[in-house]
């Protein structure tokens, strides 16, 4: 342990055993017992859908297999880095179980204790090696196999897709720079100051957000109707330029037939319709242009206020926040061993949490449930996919902490979590998904969650039944089915639930075209589709 004490620079002491050797790299048995409107960042997403993912897979980084990234993720960090280390070599070096069982429930803590501090001075400075500690749990890279490591090393380091799918380490550092809102930022009373400081500018800053970013949604829909009503003029135009030769002169041209007599008078229609989206078009863009003049100004305001450091409070804070989802992640009865160890992770690269594994299931979902990341503001519709983030740790579900923030219900993220290391990607991120579908649909019912809505109807259904045990549980169990079984028309749900489902979180027209033909139970749902299209009340 003398060279550990050298890097801490912290008095060195011989440890009883001075065969304990922390280098090795343990079997299981040696290692563990079997244990049974105020939004301060744009929520507005102009994307249309997720980017096809390509790559999955980055230039190695030849940091993880280096002999010094225990002692740098150590390195600076006092009297915490150097209990860290005597509890972790305890722990490793622990033959009896009973022991072994001992030290980790001390061990746990202790490396909580030292994440707070190396993240407290989280920064573009910090090593490399303290940042993978931050994002993949990874302390002492002798704990996983060389497989592993080969897997972690190819984790594309950077966002290349610009999605709100973020590593822990990621999120702090915009935490620390205020381009979001803290996860228990909630818990604290909101002081309002007028106008003065930094936070007064913060707080015009948020509300200035809001406003453009709800601009440039009505803005983007108003561009939708004109181009679809642009490219009905120009149909309408060919059909009228289209003229067939009089039967009786060769060289003369039939008049307008009935068709083109009616698209002339559709014509009309459509080019009055331009003129009144044009003009609401202008008012929107005039309103855009004064909303971000307005927001450039206090962003200069800002600018010109000195730098400050993050504050402790705030990142410790949020440290509890990320433990409590931690835990949420991994349930009661998971594993919450907050070091990565081989043991725990599977060896195929297929299996990990990535960033780019995670879009491309959200990207799926999507397909099957086209309305998973709409919003409705001002009865337009806007698409607004929620922060992600991949949590370090063996959980086996994904869940939501909140469907948006407090003060910014129509343009703000919400904020879901998946475990780095989960049994199955795939239904780690449904889960979280069904979550955040509830929660949303909760939110929107308000006080009336029991009785209307998406919720309300479940509920109902659920209390019918006489069912017993958390009816969110049931609900995310149901949606888990609907997305990967019924979507490919394998009937699993009650029928009364496929109902529910069937209307109020709808498969795309494609789809459900499809299931028609699949069983007796799918043509009865479409033909109530078309039924209430022809009465119109769809």
Known sequence: MSDIDDILGLPGKKPENSNMDISINPSFNELFEEESDNSNES??????????????????????FSEKYYKTVLSGEDEIAQKLHKSLASFLNAKDPQDKTMYRNRLQPVVWDFLEQVILKIGNAMPIEKRFFIRYALLLPSLISKSQKENLSVIIKDNIYDEPVHYVDEWLQMVCMGDVQPLGSDEEPIKVKKDRGTAGLRMQQDKL??????????????????????????????????HSIHPSFESVEMPYSVIQKNSLSELQNLAKYLVKLDREYGFALDEAKEARAKLDAVNEKITDEPVQTANPSVLRKEINSLRQIHKMCVGRQGNHFPILSGNFISSNFNDLATREQIISVLSMVERIDPGVFLRSHRREFHRIV????????????????????????????????????????????????????WEVAKAKAQYYWMEEGLT???????????????????????????????????????????????????????????????????????????????????
């Open 43 to 64: 929520g507005l997403d102009l994307k249309e859908s997720f980017e096809e993912i390509k790559e999955f897979k980055g230039t190695p980084n030849e940091s993880i």
């Open 209 to 242: 957000r809001g406003a453009l970013d709800t601009r440039l949604g009505l803005i983007k829909s108003y561009q939708k109707k004109r181009t679809k009503t642009e490219q009905d003029i120009v149909n309408i135009i060919k059909t009228l330029a289209n």
């Open 386 to 437: 929620p922060h992600v983030l991949i949590i370090p740790c063996y959980g086996d579900k994904g869940i939501c902490w909140e469907p948006f923030e407090k003060f910014n219900r129509a343009t703000s993220r919400g904020r879901i979590a998946v475990p780095l290391y989960p049994k199955d990607i795939k239904f780690a991120v449904i889960t979280a998904l069904a979550d955040l579908r």
């Open 456 to 538: 309300g109807r479940y509920f109902q259904w659920f209390e019918e039944r006489k069912l017993k045990g958390d009816v969110k549980l049931r609900f995310i169990d149901d949606y888990i089915l609907w997305i990967t079984k019924e979507s490919s028309g394998t009937q699993k749900l009650d029928k009364d639930v496929r109902g529910i489902f069937w209307r109020n979180i709808p498969f795309p027209k494609e789809i459900r075209e499809n299931l028609k033909n699949r069983g007796f139970v799918y043509n009865e749902l479409y033909k109530k589709d078309i039924n209430r299209e022809l009465s119109d009340g769809y």
